[in-house]
C-alpha cells in the first residue's frame, strides 16, 4: 500500500523541511562526486606521468663524476646525466634552465614542436605571463634561442623557486628546457645524475647501499634528493590526498545532519497520522505494508537530492580539475568517471535515510493500535533535564525559551550539530589564513632579523665580511633513509641574527643546544633529552642532549654554539659555510651554492594569503547557506509544534513582536552554544590535519585562529540567525486565533 499522491501532498505542503533536506543531500553529494573524482583522475594523471616521462626515484649531485656504466651494472639502474642553472635577467627574472633528457625525466611537450638545436621550452604559465608567443627568440647569456613550445617536467611539477619561497610567481620565475649541447654553453651550470631503479621494490635499502657504495669509494654526496619528497613533488602528493580526505568528511557531517533531520520530520508526521496509523493497524495491514508507504518519503527526498547533487558534481568536474592542472602542470588525461562513485553518491543518501526512517517508524509500531487511534498524545512529562533545571528567578520570557531547548532534545540537537557544521565551514578558510598569518609573523618574522642568506659551497674561515653574521649547519637525519631530517645550525654566542625565546617568552642565547617548538613536537623531544642521528654528508652518528626549546614555528632546526659545532665536527672553531646579511651582496657564480631573500619568501606568504581569498570566501557563502537551511528549518519546526500555543498567545492579546520574541528567540542559546563549540572543535581537526600532512608539507603550520576572526564568524552566524528569523515571521503571522479553539476541540 502506498499512497504516492499522499505522499506528494504532504511534501507539497509542508515543503520547506523536506527542500532543505533535498538541499543538504545535494550538496553533500556534489561535494563527493567532484572532490571524490578529482582526486581519483589527479591521481591517475600523476601516475601516468611518472611513469609515461619516466620520473626519477632519485637526484644526485655529487663532487666528480660519476662511473654510470658501473653504477647501472652494479645497482639494476638507469642513470642519466642532466644539468640546472638559474639565469637571472636584469629585471630580477630567474629562468630555471634544465638540459634536455632522453631516458630519465623526459619534458612533456603541450604545445608547439619538439625541441631542436638552438631551440628552448618553456612552462607555458611563465611564457604567458610574460608575453611569449611560439617562435619568438628568447635570449639567455648573450645566445638567441628560439621559442619552440610549451612544456611540464615530472620531477619539477609544483613550480615554485624554492621550498621557502611557497607560491610560485610565473611573472618573475619560471622553468626552460634546452639541447645538451646547447646547455654545455651556458655559465654557472650544475650538473647532477638522474637515477631510476629498475626494481621498484624496497627503495630505501637500494638508496641505501649506493650512498654506502658511494662514501666507501670517497665520493661527496653534495646533495641527495628523493624525488617524490622533493617539494615540487611532494606537493602535489599532499593536495591530492588532502582533497581524498576532505571528500569523505565534509558529506558524511552534512549527511548525518539530514539524517537527523529526516528523523525529526518523519517523527512529526508519524506522530500527526497515528490516528490513521492506528486504524489501518486495526484493519489488518500489516506492518511490512505501512513501512513500505512511509519509506516512499525518504527515497523521494534522498533520491532527488541524490541525482541532482551527483549530477551537478559531474558537471563540475572538469572546472576543478582543469584549474588543479594549472596549479600543478601535467599533461592531461582522459576524465575517467569512475562508477562506483557514481552508485556511492546515488545509493549512500538513500540507505542512510531509509534506515533511519525505518528505525523511527518501528518505534512508532511498539505503540498498541488501540492506542494509535485515539491518537499519540504527546508526552507532556518532564525529561530529566528539565526536572533539575531551576528557573523560579528568571523571567517567563527567559524560562520559556529555556524550557523549549530541553523538552525537545532531538531538534535541539540537530541545531547544535548544524550549527557546529556551518562554524567549521565558516572558519576552515579563516583558520588556515589565520595560521599562515601567525606563522608569517610571529614565526618568521621574528625569528630572522636578516634580509639575505648566502650559503657556499665550501667552507669558509676567519672573519667574515663587515656588517654580516656567519653559520654553520649539518643536514641530521635519524637514520640513512633520511625519513626524519632536520638541519643543526652553529651560531656565535652573541648572535643578534636568530632571536629566540622560550616558552614562557624569556630570551634565549644560542650559548645551548636549543630545539624549535615543532621539531620537538615532531620527535617527542623536551629539555634534557638525548637525541642521537647522522650527518648525511660522512654517514657519522652524533648525539646532543636538548637544553632549551624555542617557542617558534619558524622552522624545524636545533640551534648551538658556533665552535661547538664545528668541533663536533672535527672542523676548527672558526669555520663557517654561510653568512646572514642585511644588504644584497655579489659572489662568484661557482661560491655560491644558495641564496635565500626573506623578502622574497614573506612576498611569497603574502601572495599564498591573496589566493585563499577565493577559497575563504566560497567556504564564508557555502557556510551562510547551510547555516540559513538549518536555523529556517528547526525555526520552521518550532512554529509547527506551536501552532496551539501561538494561536492562543494571540487571543491573551500578545502583540506580534512579543510572540516573535518567546517563538523565534527560543533557539538563540544553542546557536551560540554551537558556535563556541565548533570554534576549538575545527581548530583541533585543522591541527591534526597539519600534524599528519607535517612530514610532506614544505613547513610547519601551526592552527591558530586570529580573535578577530572568531568574533566576525560570530556576526555572520547571529546575521544568518536573524535572516531564518525574518523568514519565519510570516509563517507565525498565518497561524490564527481560531487555532487555539480547533486544537483544545481535538
Not at 212 to 229: A, S, V
Not at 398 to 410: A, D, G, N, P, W
Not at 545 to 569: C, K, R, V
Not at 590 to 600: C, G, L, P, V, Y
Request: proline residues 3%; glycine residues 6%; contains cysteine.
Amino acid at each position: 500500500m502506498i499512497l504516492i499522491k499522499k505522499v506528494l501532498r504532504t511534501i507539497w505542503t509542508d515543503k520547506a523541511p523536506y527542500l532543505g533536506s533535498m538541499f543538504l543531500i545535494a550538496f553533500s553529494c556534489m561535494l563527493m562526486v567532484m572532490m571524490n573524482l578529482v582526486s581519483k583522475n589527479l591521481n591517475n594523471t600523476y601516475s601516468a606521468y611518472k611513469s609515461n616521462h619516466v620520473m626519477s626515484d632519485v637526484e644526485v649531485y655529487l663532487d666528480t663524476e660519476l662511473d654510470m656504466a658501473d653504477m647501472k651494472k652494479r645497482f639494476n639502474v638507469k642513470i642519466e646525466q642532466s644539468g640546472v642553472t638559474d639565469y637571472s635577467s636584469k629585471d630580477g627574472q630567474i629562468l630555471r634552465i634544465f638540459s634536455f633528457n632522453t631516458q630519465i625525466n623526459t619534458p612533456a611537450v603541450s604545445s608547439g614542436k619538439k625541441l631542436e638545436s638552438g631551440e628552448i621550452l618553456l612552462d607555458k604559465l611563465y611564457a604567458k605571463k610574460n608575453g611569449y608567443e611560439i617562435g619568438d627568440i628568447v635570449q639567455i647569456a648573450g645566445k638567441k634561442y628560439k621559442y619552440a613550445g610549451d612544456m611540464t617536467l615530472p620531477n619539477y611539477i609544483y613550480v615554485a623557486k624554492s621550498k621557502d619561497e611557497v607560491i610560485r610567481d610565473p611573472k618573475n620565475f619560471g622553468l626552460a628546457v634546452v639541447d645538451k649541447d646547447d646547455f654545455e654553453s651556458i655559465p654557472n651550470a650544475t650538473p647532477f645524475y638522474a637515477i631510476k631503479f629498475n626494481n621498484s621494490n624496497n627503495l630505501k635499502a637500494q638508496e641505501t647501499a649506493m650512498k654506502g657504495y658511494l662514501r666507501e669509494k670517497g665520493t661527496k654526496i653534495i646533495k641527495w634528493e628523493n624525488t617524490e619528497k622533493n617539494y615540487s613533488v611532494s606537493y602535489v602528493l599532499v593536495k591530492i590526498n588532502l582533497m581524498g580526505k576532505l571528500s569523505i568528511v565534509a558529506p558524511s557531517m552534512i549527511l548525518l545532519l539530514t539524517c537527523v533531520l529526516t528523523g525529526i520530520l518523519m517523527w512529526r508526521l508519524l506522530n500527526r497520522e497515528s490516528v490513521i496509523i492506528g486504524t489501518l493497524y486495526a484493519q489488518g495491514y500489516r506492518k511490512k505494508e505501512l513501512m513500505r508507504h512511509y519509506l516512499v518519503f525518504p527515497l523521494i527526498v534522498a533520491g532527488m537530492g541524490a541525482m541532482i547533487g551527483t549530477i551537478a558534481g559531474v558537471f563540475m568536474i572538469n572546472f576543478l580539475y582543469n584549474f588543479m592542472l594549472t596549479t600543478f602542470p601535467m599533461p592531461k588525461e582522459p576524465i575517467v568517471y569512475d562508477l562506483g562513485i557514481l552508485m556511492f553518491s546515488l545509493l549512500l543518501p538513500v540507505v542512510i535515510l531509509c534506515v533511519s526512517t525505518i528505525i523511527v517508524v518501528n518505534r512508532m509500531f511498539k505503540i498498541r493500535p488501540s492506542q494509535l487511534m485515539k491518537g499519540n498524545k504527546k508526552n507532556d512529562k518532564a525529561n530529566f533535564i528539565e526536572r533539575k533545571l531551576r528557573l523560579d528567578k528568571f523571567k517567563f520570557v527567559t524560562k520559556f525559551q529555556i524550557r523549549e531547548q530541553v523538552r525537545s532534545l532531538s531538534r535541539t540537537i540537530f541545531l547544535l550539530f548544524g550549527i557546529i557544521v556551518a562554524t567549521m565551514f565558516l572558519q576552515y578558510g579563516l583558520t588556515m589564513k589565520s595560521s599562515v598569518d601567525y606563522l608569517l609573523n610571529e614565526g618568521i618574522s621574528k625569528l630572522y632579523h636578516l634580509k639575505y642568506e648566502y650559503v657556499f659551497n665550501e667552507y669558509k674561515r676567519g672573519a667574515p665580511p663587515k656588517g654580516t653574521e656567519q653559520f654553520n649547519t649539518m643536514y641530521a637525519i635519524m637514520d640513512d633513509e633520511a625519513e626524519t631530517n632536520f638541519y643543526i645550525t652553529g651560531l656565535p654566542k652573541n648572535s643578534t641574527r636568530i632571536l629566540l625565546n622560550d616558552l614562557k617568552g624569556n630570551k634565549l642565547t644560542p650559548d645551548k643546544v636549543i630545539i624549535t617548538t615543532p621539531l620537538a613536537k615532531k620527535m617527542g623531544l623536551t629539555i634534557g633529552d638525548t637525541i642521537r642521528f647522522y650527518n648525511f654528508e660522512d654517514g657519522k652518528k652524533y648525539s646532543i642532549t636538548i637544553e632549551e626549546i624555542a617557542d617558534t614555528y619558524g622552522g624545524e632546526f636545533i640551534f648551538m654554539p658556533l665552535s661547538e659545532l664545528n668541533a663536533m665536527l672535527d672542523l676548527p672553531s672558526d669555520t663557517y659555510i654561510g653568512i646572514f646579511s642585511d644588504v644584497e651582496m655579489t659572489f662568484a657564480k661557482k661560491e655560491i651554492k644558495t641564496t635565500k631573500s626573506m623578502d622574497a619568501i614573506k612576498a611569497g606568504f603574502h601572495s599564498l594569503i591573496d589566493q585563499m581569498g577565493i577559497m575563504i570566501y566560497s567556504l564564508t557563502i557555502s557556510a551562510f547557506v547551510i547555516g540559513l537551511v538549518i536555523i529556517y528549518l528547526v525555526t520552521g519546526l518550532v512554529v509547527d509544534e506551536h501552532k496551539g500555543t501561538i494561536s492562543l498567545f494571540k487571543v491573551l492579546g500578545y502583540k506580534k513582536k512579543e510572540i516573535n520574541k518567546l517563538i523565534l528567540n527560543s533557539n538563540i542559546f544553542t546557536v551560540i552554544i554551537g558556535y563556541i563549540l565548533g570554534v576549538p572543535l575545527l581548530v583541533g581537526s585543522v591541527d591534526v590535519m597539519y600534524q599528519a600532512l607535517a612530514e610532506s608539507l614544505p613547513m610547519v603550520i601551526p592552527a591558530k585562529l586570529n580573535i578577530w576572526y572568531i568574533l566576525l564568524g560570530f556576526v555572520i552566524v547571529m546575521l544568518t540567525f536573524e535572516l531564518a528569523k525574518l523568514m519565519s515571521r510570516k509563517k507565525i503571522n498565518r497561524i490564527a486565533m481560531s487555532d487555539a479553539l480547533k486544537s483544545g476541540t481535538e
